[in-house]
């Protein structure tokens, strides 16, 4: 006689946890991949109506008369309305002069598409969100936050000595992953605030301030304490990142840059070096954010220090609407 199932077993439930598991998969796949071809499809449209309208003499007619047209044929599937034929020919305007960017482009839901469209006007900055959205699966809330704080014009540019200090093949990617300035919106900094009550309030929102300084941070420890010649010295934080292999030292200052900050901070890079870093690490990086900086006076404070080394300030941009703010997760 066939035996039944037992229902309530671990054996069943690990069977069909594993078909549901494989049912979400599938799914996932199928979505993104429609994505795709729709993206695609509608880059191909974008072609055909510019092309079309160079050749004739039909303006944006051409369009009033092409959403009438599909509608007609295509009475079920939405996407062929008048706007969206527009962004279609606007997506294909911004990028058609470049390779692969239609195969880049589609890895984005639709409306990440438009938000682009809309909000970055140049290419350099079209790809750059583009390329960031897929890294860290931004939704399109984020994106909007990612774009309305300057994010393209803020990453890569940090002062640093990372070009005496770090070997050509590691340069790139570890300028890239720093920050001209960080934006602490989402903290409630004021001007007579100690550097330690505002490494509590990072603390406090920990997960904004990784968001913030990007892919591939994670969090060590606050006042990381280090042994160095019998005496006792602290981090203000360490974090790790796994993208660069290396541990970062983040010294925090409510005040203007000053020379004598490097040299502390270069003290906690060579100890953190020495003490803490393993065989496969890559050399430590430090990285002090301070209230503001003198160009030419961090130029000056970094030419002969031999770690590297990057100087950064932190920024509030009051004028973020508590609706933006929100946008973080």
Known sequence: MEEKPNLSTKEYKDFIYKIKESINRTKYSLVRKLNT???????????????????????????????????????????????NLFYMKRLYLLTHEYKNVPQLVAQLPWGHVRLLIDKVKDFTGFEFYTKKTIENSWSRAVLDHQISLGLYKRQGKILNNFNST??????????????????????????????????????????????ELGRGFAFVGKQFKLDVGNQEFFIDLLFYNYILNRFIIIELKNTDFKPEYVGQLSFYVSAVNRNIKGKKDKDSVGLLICKGKNKTIVECSLENIKGPIGVAEYKIISELSKDLKNFLP
């Open 37 to 83: 071809e729709i993206t695609l499809l509608y880059y191909e449209i974008g072609r055909l109506i510019v092309e079309k309208q160079k050749l004739s003499s039909w303006g944006d007619g051409l369009i009033v008369q092409m959403e009438k047209d599909l509608n007609l044929t295509f009475p079920d599937i939405k996407g062929f309305s008048r706007i």
């Open 166 to 211: 770090v070997k050509a093949q590691d340069l790139d990617l570890l300028k890239e992953s720093f920050k001209e300035s960080y934006v602490l919106d989402f903290l409630d900094i004021s001007t007579d605030m100690k550097e330690r009550d505002l490494e509590k309030l990072l603390i406090k929102n920990i997960t904004k301030f990784i968001l």
